[in-house]
């Protein structure tokens, strides 16, 4: 069961968290909507070397490197 005062504590810390934000978006949306598309950029990125490693991986394994010959050079 959850007491009265920590259900008061956590709607007090969600609503400052909302209103920081909303400041922050408020003085500098430009500055804030640019650093969340880094962020998804930067994510997206990592992904694709990812799936190029995993590519490339099979493309070796199917030429008959072994597991340890990939690993070396990956």
Do not use: H, W
Request: hydrophobic residues 40%; aromatic residues 10%.
């Amino acid at each position: 069961m959850k007491s009265p005062v920590f259900e008061t504590f956590l709607v007090g810390v969600a609503f400052g968290i909302g209103i920081t934000v909303l400041s922050l978006y408020a003085q500098k949306p430009g500055c804030f909507v640019t650093s969340l598309e880094t962020i998804a950029e930067m994510g997206r990125a990592r992904r694709a070397k990812e799936e190029e490693k995993k590519f490339l991986r099979k493309r070796l394994k199917a030429m008959g490197f072994s597991d340890r010959e990939i690993n070396e050079n990956l």
